[in-house]
C-alpha cells in the first residue's frame, strides 16, 4: 500500500508501532520494521544516552531496513539528559524521530540539520497544528481511546481523525484503538495515511515482555482500563489491577489536595515490575481500551500481514462490492 506516510518513511506498510517504555526495545523495533511496519526504539527505557546509542547498534544488528526512536518531553524536576539522547539519535544514523509529550521545537534544529525525520504525537488538533508550524514531517494523531496519556480534552479518533484531516497539511496517521485491517481502513477514510499501535504490539510474539503481560491483554475487556492521575492533569490510560485501584481510592479520597508522592508506591517503578517480571498487580501501567479487540499473540510478521490482508479484502471486495453490486 502506497501513501504518504509508507513515501516518508521509506516503508511498505502505513503501521508504524508507537514508542512504549519498557516495551519497545530492539527485539519489537526490528520485528515491526522487518514485517514491513515502523518499529520503533524507546529513547527514555535506556537509562543513558549511552545505552541508547548501544540499543540503536542492537538494532541494526537485527534489521536493515528503517526504524525509529521515540523522545518523551516530560514534564520532570530532573530532566533525562535529553541533549545525549539527541546526539546518540544523530550518531547512530536513525532517520525517525517519533517526540511526545511537550512541544519538541527546541530539538528540531539538530534532529532537522542531521536528515532526521519527525513524527509528533499528540491528542489534539491545536497541538498538531503548533507541530505542522514549528516543522514536524507528520504527526500522530492519538485519540481519547488510546492507551497512555490521552490527554485531557477526551476527544475519541471517530471526532479527533477528521477535525486533524480538515486542519493539517502533513500527513498524520491514527493511533489510539488501531488493532486490525479494519481500524486501518477506517483510518484511511477519515483522513489519516496510516496507522500507530501500541497495545496490539505488546501482545505478540517477539514483544520483549513477560508473558502474563501479553495474557492480561487478551483476557481483558475493553470495559477494563481505567484513567488515573487526572486530578495531577496526567491523564493516563491503564489496564486495572490491584495497585490501580489502590490508585484509584487515594484519588477518590483525597481529591484536589493529592500530590505525585502521594500515589508514588502506584506509579513510581511500576514498569519494570509487569514487563519483566510478570506482577499484574503492581500497579499502573498503560494499556488501551483496544484490548477488548485482541485475543491472540500472533508473531508481529503474522499481525502485520494479516491487517494487510483484511485491509486488502475489505476495499476491494466489501466496499467495492457496496458500490457495484453484481445483479
Ligand atoms: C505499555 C505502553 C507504554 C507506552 N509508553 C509510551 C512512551 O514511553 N512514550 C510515548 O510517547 N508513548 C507511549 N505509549 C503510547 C503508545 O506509543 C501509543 O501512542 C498508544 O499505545 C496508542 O494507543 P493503543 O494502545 O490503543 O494502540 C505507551 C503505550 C503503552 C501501551
Known amino acids: 500500500m502506497k501513501t504518504r506516510i509508507t513515501e516518508l518513511f521509506g516503508i511498505e506498510h502505513p503501521i508504524i508501532q508507537g514508542g512504549m517504555h519498557h516495551v519497545g526495545l ?10 514491513g511496519g515502523l518499529g520503533i526504539i524507546t ?7 549511552e545505552l541508547l546509542a548501544a540499543e540503536i547498534a542492537r538494532c541494526r544488528t537485527m534489521t536493515d531496513k528503517p526504524f525509529g526512536v521515540n523522545l518523551t518531553f516530560l514534564p520532570s524536576v530532573n530532566p ?9 539519535i544523530i550518531d547512530g544514523g536513525v532517520k525517525i524521530v517519533e517526540t511526545a509529550g511537550n512541544n519538541p521545537q527546541k530539538w528540531l534544529p539538530a534532529l532537522k540539520a542531521a536528515g532526521i525525520k519527525v513524527i509528533h504525537k499528540c491528542t489534539s488538533v491545536r497541538h498538531a497544528l503548533k ?3 514549528i516543522g514536524c514531517d507528520a504527526i ?11 490527554g485531557e480534552d477526551d476527544v475519541p479518533n471517530f471526532i479527533l481523525l477528521p477535525r486533524a484531516a480538515q486542519a493539517l497539511k502533513i500527513p498524520f496517521v491514527a493511533s489510539g484503538g488501531m488493532a486490525d485491517g479494519r481500524s486501518l481502513v477506517a483510518a484511511l477514510a477519515l483522513g489519516a495515511e496510516g496507522i500507530n499501535m501500541g497495545t496490539r504490539f505488546i501482545a505478540t510474539q517477539e514483544a520483549p515482555v513477560h508473558d502474563n503481560v501479553k495474557q492480561a491483554i487478551v483476557a481483558a475487556s475493553e470495559l477494563d482500563t481505567r484513567l488515573v492521575m487526572r486530578p495531577l492533569r496526567n491523564t493516563e490510560r491503564v489496564l ?12 477518590r479520597e483525597l481529591g484536589a489536595a493529592i500530590t505525585f508522592a502521594d500515589i508514588a508506591p502506584e506509579v513510581a517503578g511500576i514498569y519494570p515490575r509487569i514487563m519483566q517480571q ?3 498487580q503492581a500497579g499502573a501501567w498503560s494499556c488501551g481500551m483496544v484490548a477488548g479487540l485482541i485475543d491472540d499473540v500472533p508473531t508481529v ?24 453490486p453484481s445483479a
Not at 500522530?140 to 490521552?150: A, L, M, Q, T, Y
Open 26 to 35: 530492539a527485539e519489537l523495533a526490528a520485528a515491526v520494521s522487518n514485517a
Open 43 to 49: 529513547g527514555l527505557t535506556q537509562r543513558t544516552p
Open 80 to 88: 533525562p539528559d535529553y541533549p545525549g539522547y539527541v546526539q546518540a
Open 131 to 133: 507541530a505542522q508550524a
Open 140 to 150: 500522530s494523531v492519538d485519540g481519547f481511546e488510546c492507551g497512555g496519556h490521552p
Open 240 to 251: 486495572t489491577n490491584a495497585g490501580v485501584e489502590r490508585l484509584l481510592a487515594k484519588e
Open 278 to 280: 510478570g506482577d499484574m
Open 301 to 324: 510478521q503474522q499481525l502485520i500481514d494479516s491487517i494487510m490482508d483484511q485491509a486488502q479484502a475489505l476495499i476491494s471486495a466489501r466496499l467495492a462490492g457496496m458500490l457495484h
